[in-house]
């Protein structure tokens, strides 16, 4: 037992010696020098080290060099610069006169990339101007030299575009990769933080001496950044050309956006998570996805999408989907908060109208769905696009199965100078009801009918808008009801008490009406509305803004054997959700007033034309009176001349 310690003792000071001796079979200068060669030989670009070397025991045998850089291609900044640079070596290939580099470390290093406003980037041509470099030693050592590793520990990373004005950093960054050599494939893992976000990752790269060389080359990536997930495999060149498949899990995309120095204000929940996949084909000037899938939240589509990268992203698409669920987009407008300026109703949402979105990009976008929810209201078999010009989009409905019936027309939403909101609308047999809730939040007309209405609002509020409204329009209805007032049973000997409240209905068998809008007040003069029992025109306002009425409808009643025929107005006056019902007794003098002014005018009328005609008679026998005295007279006289 004691024999075999002793021994064992014994092999370990041999190893010891070996390990510690073969460190001085090669310099520290000759591995930092063979190092650099390396490293200006892959990069293309010269490679400086200082001599503050230490030598490394553990956990590889190798040495530890002070600060190096790497030159950029302009003249402004380094392409790395860094603390140092600790390299390890096989020790069983020392002595062998064979120096086998398992793993070069960049220590803290700083990756600076500058494209200059001249387009000209420091990290361009990097295969140029490789250095042969060394003497004849060096180069048998460099002839079979393989690099087992690369790592990065703490390393730095920014990106300044002075073009754009765009700029990145990556901090924390941490990089192992590997390869046997420039033409074996690369794999690398790394793990960095940017603004906040963590990301991490794997890379496998096919070649990186075609990489280098400027050729494309086979690559896919794996990558985590903050809860979502990316993955790519294609082809890529170091000109920043990617083609490949994409997939991307994005629950968060927030974190994506902080990343590229975007808003990381959290998107609506109700459209993540998002997802996308498809054939990418991407350049720095552009990202095409052909035979894309799309998820936002419950939303599914589908279609090949383009991003132009300029200074405003231009989105062109042309994308199809099932059944979309949009009724997060109307959600809240049932929650209006009560305007306190407003005497009546319940009142429009106050709350500001974040309008910036229209902004952030431009677009030409062509969308058909079999359905679209908005929630109030339902459209099928849509056929739309949207475009979006310096923060002014348009919304063109080509064709729509809407409120019960066919509906085209187009809305713009422009924030170029403050929010505006337009439309023009044509409905055919649309379900009434369901247009004016939407439209303008009332509810108490239902039928089918055709509609016509153009409208302006300007504000930054919904109130405000409402408001401000102007505009036409025109309404076309067959049969349907009125709820709030029941003329039928008020006119037909029914109990008074029953006829108005909101159980009572007028039913109709038609009624047209057109209107204009001036400062959010509606205006009709028009109306003529048919009935069983009774026929009804109306006239008066609609405050859009306030959610107010103030209308009389002048009913006549046909010949019946209850009441017989006749005809009294009803005033409609108060906020939409509790008007005021009540037979207008001031409208009916003042109707009576116009009876008897016209009675009286026509009688004062007709007294003068009594005396008028009385005048000229008198008048006229006066002239014959003094036309007979003169011929007379004249007779007279032309007798006594023939006598």
């Given at each position: 037992m004691f024999r075999i310690v002793l021994r064992l003792l014994a092999l370990f000071l041999v190893l010891l010696i070996v390990f510690v001796g073969g460190l001085f079979l090669i310099s520290g200068e000759k591995l930092a020098r063979i190092a650099g060669d390396r490293m200006t030989a892959a990069l293309g670009?010269?490679?400086?080290?200082?001599?503050?070397?230490?030598?490394?025991?553990?956990?590889?045998?190798?040495?530890?060099?002070?600060a190096f850089t790497v030159a950029g291609s302009t003249d402004d900044a380094d392409l790395i610069a860094g603390e140092g640079l600790s390299v390890a070596v096989d020790l069983l290939a020392l002595f062998s006169r064979r120096v086998d580099v398992k793993e070069i470390t960049l220590l803290s290093p700083?990756?600076?990339?500058?494209?200059?406003?001249?387009?000209?980037?420091?990290?361009?041509?990097?295969?140029?101007?490789?250095?042969?470099?060394?003497?004849?030693?060096?180069?048998?050592?460099?002839?079979?030299?393989?690099?087992?590793?690369?790592?990065?520990?703490?390393?730095?990373?920014?990106?300044?575009?002075?073009?754009?004005g765009q700029d990145m950093l990556l901090e924390n960054v941490n990089l192992s990769a590997a390869m046997a050599d420039a033409t074996a494939p690369l794999r690398a893992s790394f793990d960095f933080v940017s603004r906040g976000q963590p990301a991490r990752g794997d890379v496998e790269l096919a070649s990186l001496s075609r990489l280098l060389a400027g050729d494309m080359t086979g690559v896919s990536v794996n990558a985590e950044i903050g809860r979502n997930t990316v993955g790519f495999a294609g082809n890529m060149s170091s000109g920043g050309v990617l083609e490949g498949d994409l997939v991307a899990a994005l629950p968060a995309p927030e974190a994506l956006l902080a990343l590229s120095g975007g808003d990381a204000t959290p998107l609506p929940a109700d459209i993540l998570p998002i997802e996308v996949s498809g054939a990418l084909s991407a350049t720095p000037d552009s990202i095409g996805i052909a035979g894309g899938t799309y998820r936002l939240g419950a939303?599914?589509?589908?279609?090949?999408?383009?991003?132009?990268?300029?200074?405003?992203?231009?989105?062109?698409?042309?994308?199809?989907?099932?059944?979309?669920?949009?009724?997060?987009?109307?959600?809240?407008?049932?929650?209006?908060?009560?305007?306190?300026?407003?005497?009546?109703?319940?009142?429009?949402?106050?709350?500001?109208?974040?309008?910036?979105?229209?902004?952030?990009?431009?677009?030409?976008?062509?969308?058909?769905?079999?359905?679209?929810?908005?929630?109030?209201t339902a459209m099928q078999d849509v056929s739309a696009t949207v475009t979006i010009d310096n923060a002014r989009a348009v919304a063109k409905i080509l064709r729509a199965q809407a409120f019960g019936g066919a509906l085209v027309g187009q809305f713009v939403a422009n924030n170029r100078d403050g929010l505006s909101v337009a439309g023009d609308m044509d409905g055919k047999t649309v379900a009434i009801q369901s247009l004016l809730t939407d439209m303008a939040g009332f509810d108490r007309m239902r039928g089918a009918g055709n509609t016509q209405l153009s409208f302006l609002g300007v504000g930054q509020s919904l109130d405000a808008i409402m408001r401000s409204l102007s505009g036409r329009g025109a309404l076309d209805i067959g049969q349907g009801d009125i709820t709030g007032f029941d003329l039928a049973s008020l006119f037909g000997g029914g109990d008074a008490a029953d006829a108005v409240g909101d159980r009572a209905v007028t039913i109709f068998r038609s009624l047209e009406a057109s209107f204009t809008i001036e400062n959010g007040v509606m205006r009709n003069d028009d109306l003529l509305m048919t009935a069983k029992l009774f026929e009804a025109r109306g006239s008066g306002d609609i405050d859009l803004g306030r959610q107010s009425f103030d209308y009389v409808l002048w009913p006549s009643v046909f010949e019946n054997d209850v009441t017989g025929g006749f005809s009294i107005p009803v005033r409609i006056k108060g906020p939409w959700a509790s008007p005021r019902i009540y037979p207008d007794l001031e409208a009916v003098a003042r109707e009576?007033?116009?009876?008897?002014?016209?009675?009286?005018?026509?009688?004062?009328?007709?007294?003068?034309?009594?005396?008028?005609?009385?005048?000229?008679?008198?008048?006229?026998?006066?002239?014959?009176?003094?036309?007979?005295?003169?011929?007379?007279?004249?007779?007279?006289?032309?007798?006594?001349?023939?006598?």
């Open positions: 670009r010269e490679v400086e080290i200082t001599d503050e070397l230490q030598p490394l025991f553990f956990p590889n045998l190798g040495v530890r060099t002070g700083t990756l600076t990339l500058v494209k200059e406003s001249d387009g000209r980037t420091n990290w361009s041509d990097t295969t140029a101007g490789a250095s042969d470099g060394g003497d004849g030693t060096g180069d048998a050592f460099s002839r079979e030299l393989s690099i087992a590793g690369l790592s990065v520990q703490n390393g730095t990373v920014s990106y300044r575009d002075e073009t754009s939303n599914r589509l589908q279609g090949p999408l383009i991003v132009a990268l300029d200074d405003v992203p231009f989105v062109t698409a042309q994308l199809s989907a099932g059944a979309l669920d949009l009724s997060f987009l109307t959600a809240e407008e049932g929650s209006a908060q009560a305007d306190p300026s407003a005497a009546e109703g319940k009142g429009w949402s106050t709350d500001p109208i974040d309008a910036s979105a229209l902004s952030l990009l431009d677009a030409d976008i062509r969308l058909d769905a079999a359905s679209i929810d908005l929630g109030a009576r007033l116009k009876v008897e002014e016209e009675k009286l005018r026509a009688e004062a009328e007709a007294r003068l034309e009594a005396e008028r005609q009385k005048i000229e008679e008198d008048v006229e026998t006066r002239i014959e009176r003094e036309k007979q005295k003169l011929e007379d007279k004249l007779l007279k006289g032309l007798g006594g001349l023939f006598d």
